[in-house]
T-cell receptor, first 116, second 113 residues
Framework: AQKITQTQPGMFVQEKEAVTLDCTYD???????LFWYKQPSSGEMIFLIY??????QNATEGRYSLNFQKARKSANLVISASQLGDSAMYFC?????????????FGTGTRLTIIP | DAGVTQSPTHLIKTRGQQVTLRCSPI?????VSWYQQVLGQGPQFIFQ???????GRGNFPDRFSARQFPNYSSELNVNALLLGDSALYLC????????????FGPGTRLTVT
């Protein structure tokens, strides 16, 4: 099974609308972390938001929020009031520590295009 | 403040050759991680170093190795290059041990012919 699954290869959203990018994960660990990164066409990965598995409240960072549903193993990214500059690839990632070895696994990404 | 820097920006190598990629973290950051991103895919974790020690390793063959220097800069070495090693190699740094909030560099685009 895939560790991180992003089922939306591409999305088109009207400017100023909210958008939800889906992410589901698979782990048997109790302690893990979930991230969202943005990758514009320039190629540089930009950290957006982090949620720890024990965090009871959903993480928020400005216009970004992470809808964490632990029982469903989902960690969707919500972008409010989308802007043209939000057009980019978005990657969900999970941090795990297995037998003392720490790893970060990324999904395949969702390409978000904001339409003026 | 300068961000994470990587060199070279682009590089072309032939199958069987060896390559060294370099990364300088943000000042004050002691952790450096390396990722391989093949075109059209998400990054794949290769290594993490913290305080000059390896703290994490992904599922890559022994042809891939890395090290971190006393000034926290890092090198990634790949031996016996294969066509499949063609990718964008990303370096990321963070202030603390562990793969938490990381700041990425612009990457090195490696093409193997």
């Amino acid at each position: 099974a895939q560790k991180i699954t992003q089922t939306q290869p591409g999305m088109f959203v009207q400017e100023k609308e909210a958008v939800t990018l889906d992410c589901t994960y698979d782990t048997s660990d109790q302690s893990y972390g979930l991230f969202w990164y943005k990758q514009p066409s320039s190629g540089e990965m930009i950290f957006l938001i982090y949620q720890g598995s024990y965090d009871e409240q959903n993480a928020t960072e400005g216009r970004y929020s992470l809808n964490f549903q632990k029982a469903r193993k989902s960690a969707n990214l919500v972008i409010s009031a989308s802007q043209l500059g939000d057009s980019a690839m978005y990657f969900c990632a999970m941090r795990e520590v297995l037998f003392g070895n720490e790893k970060l696994t990324f999904g395949t990404g969702t390409r978000l295009t904001i339409i003026p | 403040d300068a961000g994470v820097t990587q060199s070279p920006t682009h590089l072309i190598k032939t199958r069987g050759q060896q390559v060294t990629l370099r990364c300088s973290p943000i000042s004050g950051h002691k952790s450096v991680s390396w990722y391989q991103q093949v075109l059209g895919q998400g990054p794949q974790f290769i290594f993490q170093y913290y305080e000059k020690e390896e703290r994490g390793r992904g599922n890559f063959p022994d042809r891939f190795s890395a090290r971190q220097f006393p000034n926290y800069s890092s090198e990634l070495n790949v031996n016996a290059l294969l066509l499949g090693d063609s990718a964008l190699y990303l370096c990321a740094s963070s202030t603390r041990q562990g793969l938490y909030e990381q700041y990425f560099g612009p990457g090195t685009r490696l093409t193997v012919t």
